[in-house]
């Protein structure tokens, strides 16, 4: 199987799981457990598949980050779809252009090496790594194959295209995490829960474990909610807890300074100036 067809294999898991998904995933050496349950509990309830909750400065679907990255397909020549930012087209979309770059040749060879490069370093690289780690770990069966792999598929795509040369454009001028004793709480709130903002993805489950850990009550719905529910139950430990999280995130973003470069660098700042800050919220508390 070419690099090309890996991809485009690769892509299909972050769908709903279809009859094909079963003979795709055996071909891949995947093994069980691709189904509609292990599917929404990692990509509906954990981490959705869409580029603009990442990196886009709201933390969810849609706004300027899905209308930076549609504006990208129509700089490649093609009609963005309904969902430009979804995972499983940007992947096909990446393995488009890099088999119409084994084909051509001439000056418009070097045209689709440098949009596959975009792509990479733009739209998939920012969000992408740091994702799949956190997929890696809470994907059960077939699906946390899928992550492995698919992150070891784009590493060697990131090495062969060598770290970019300027700051990717969904993390320039995006604020950090403001800090609620000066800004106030909501706006504090909003940003952690947004990873460009705060340098971390903070999951339904890593919420969950928070409260197990310190015997809290999890509230049911979204993070926000849930957030809100802890803090209000004990502040000091679970602003001590979301910091460990951060710090651990940061040294995440360093492993991988060799290939993504000053985007890594960026974020491990990012989530380095988050477990400051809630150090020293908690310290406060």
């Known amino acids: 199987m070419t690099q090309v067809e890996l991809l485009?294999?690769?892509?299909?898991?972050?769908?709903?799981?279809?009859?094909?998904?079963?003979?795709?995933?055996?071909?891949?050496?995947?093994?069980?457990?691709?189904?509609?349950?292990?599917?929404?509990?990692?990509?509906v309830f954990q981490l959705p598949p869409y580029a603009s909750i990442y990196v886009g400065p709201e933390g969810w679907m849609g706004g300027e980050a899905r209308e930076r990255i549609a504006g990208f397909w129509r700089a490649v020549g093609r009609a963005p779809?309904?969902?430009?930012?979804?995972?499983?087209?940007?992947?096909?979309?990446?393995?488009?252009?890099?088999?119409?770059?084994?084909?051509?040749?001439?000056?418009?060879?070097?045209?689709?090496?440098?949009?596959?490069?975009?792509?990479?370093?733009?739209?998939?690289?920012?969000?992408?790594?740091?994702?799949?780690?956190?997929?890696?770990?809470?994907?059960?069966?077939?699906?946390?194959?899928w992550a492995e792999l698919l992150r070891e598929t784009l590493a060697q795509e990131a090495g062969r295209a060598g770290p970019p040369a300027v700051l990717p454009v969904h993390l320039r001028a995006v604020a950090g995490l403001p800090d609620p004793r000066t800004e106030g709480g909501e706006a504090f709130l909003k940003a952690l829960l947004a990873p460009v903002r705060s340098g971390i993805?903070?999951?339904?489950?890593?919420?969950?474990?928070?409260?197990?850990?310190?015997?809290?009550?999890?509230?049911?719905?979204?993070r926000r909610f849930v957030l809100e529910g802890l803090l209000g139950q004990d502040s000091q430990g679970t602003l001590a807890a979301l910091a460990a999280l951060a710090a651990k995130e940061e040294l995440a973003h360093k492993r991988r300074d060799g290939l993504l470069g000053e985007s890594a660098r960026f974020l491990a700042r990012r989530a380095g100036n988050t477990a400051r800050l809630l150090g020293e919220l908690a310290a406060d508390s």
Do not use: K, M, N
């Open 201 to 222: 993805i903070l999951t339904r489950s890593a919420l969950g474990t928070v409260a197990r850990e310190l015997g809290l009550g999890l509230r049911a719905g979204e």
């Open 81 to 145: 779809s309904a969902e430009p930012d979804h995972l499983s087209v940007l992947l096909g979309l990446y393995a488009a252009l890099s088999e119409e770059h084994e084909q051509a040749t001439g000056p418009g060879a070097a045209l689709v090496a440098e949009a596959c490069r975009a792509l990479l370093h733009e739209h998939l690289a920012p969000w992408l790594f740091a994702y799949l780690d956190h997929a890696g770990e809470l994907a059960v069966g077939g699906y946390r194959r």
């Open 8 to 43: 485009r294999a690769l892509a299909i898991f972050a769908e709903p799981p279809e009859a094909e998904h079963a003979r795709v995933g055996g071909l891949l050496g995947l093994g069980d457990g691709i189904d509609g349950s292990a599917y929404a509990e990692l990509f």
